[in-house]
């Protein structure tokens, strides 16, 4: 079997846990990546079932998140339209399985990034900030378990996303030290700073362009890039109500279906 079959059979498993909510222990042997190139080609075979793509969501941006699911670095996953939600909106509840949401800063990209781009080429292709929560999941039944390569083949645990707004001025925002809050059902259930992505999530997001470069893709123009949570992840299941709090910055709000 071919690299590419390997890789597109490999989408096809994940596909079809991801559709049908079933979860799986691992990707079969012979389908199994062997490392980050074959775990990013099955992630990008996906593409022949999720459809389109408007960015990146960046995994393990935090020491402790690492340890939790066993690699030694962040992790890229694409982000997908048929995925994405707005602020106030009820999303599906029954398909949850890692049962969190995470507090995010999201960069949307105005213009493409060359390969190579050093970090000020990377910030200056940046066209705006905005604030966002994400609901990850895995169609591992373990995913701290499987290792880099198969997170990879599945989208790092790329689940729903929740775009909230965008931020005026978000240039001269020192966002390391910038607080959040998550709240659930009207009680605070965790808060944190931008300092837990990676100390910056402008680090962050230079690490994707860098990470991207070695898989031969590149952020583009449009891109939506969710730099990791700010909080630990917070615990939430059906009917629940979540509020991100970015301070003056304003808030996230949706509901989990009931």
Not at 81 to 96: A, W, Y
Not at 119 to 125: I, K, S
Not at 136 to 141: K, L
Request: glycine share 14%; aromatic share 6%.
């Amino acid at each position: 079997m071919s690299d590419e079959a390997r890789a597109g059979a490999a989408a096809d498993v994940i596909w079809n846990a991801w559709s049908s909510g079933e979860r799986i222990a691992e990707l079969p042997a012979h389908l199994r990546p062997r490392g980050d190139a074959e775990g990013m080609a099955a992630q990008r075979a996906l593409t022949r079932h999720a459809g389109a793509s408007y960015g990146w969501k960046i995994a393990a941006t935090a020491v402790a998140g690492q340890a939790h699911i066993g690699v030694t670095g962040p992790l890229p996953g694409l982000l997908f339209e048929r995925f994405r939600h707005e602020p106030g909106e009820v999303l599906p509840s029954g398909d949850m399985h890692m049962r969190v949401v995470e507090a995010e800063f999201a960069y949307r990209m105005g213009a493409d990034v060359a390969p190579g781009a050093g970090r000020d080429d990377v910030l200056a292709a940046v066209d705006g900030l905005h604030l966002a929560v994400e609901a990850p999941d895995s169609r591992f039944t373990h995913f701290e378990t499987v290792g880099a390569a198969q997170l990879r083949a599945d989208c790092a645990c790329a689940g729903r996303f929740v775009l909230g707004p965008d931020v005026p001025g978000w240039r001269d925002l020192d966002l390391p030290t910038w607080g959040t809050a998550v709240w659930i059902n009207g009680t605070e259930a965790a808060t944190g700073s931008g300092a837990a992505v990676l100390g910056d999530p402008r680090t962050a997001l230079v690490w994707i362009a860098e990470d991207l470069h070695r898989h031969g893709l590149r952020l583009r123009a449009g891109d939506i890039v969710t730099t990791g949570t700010t909080t630990v992840p917070v615990p939430v299941g059906p009917g629940d109500a979540v509020r991100a709090d970015f301070g003056g910055l304003g808030e996230v709000a949706f509901r989990f279906a009931g």
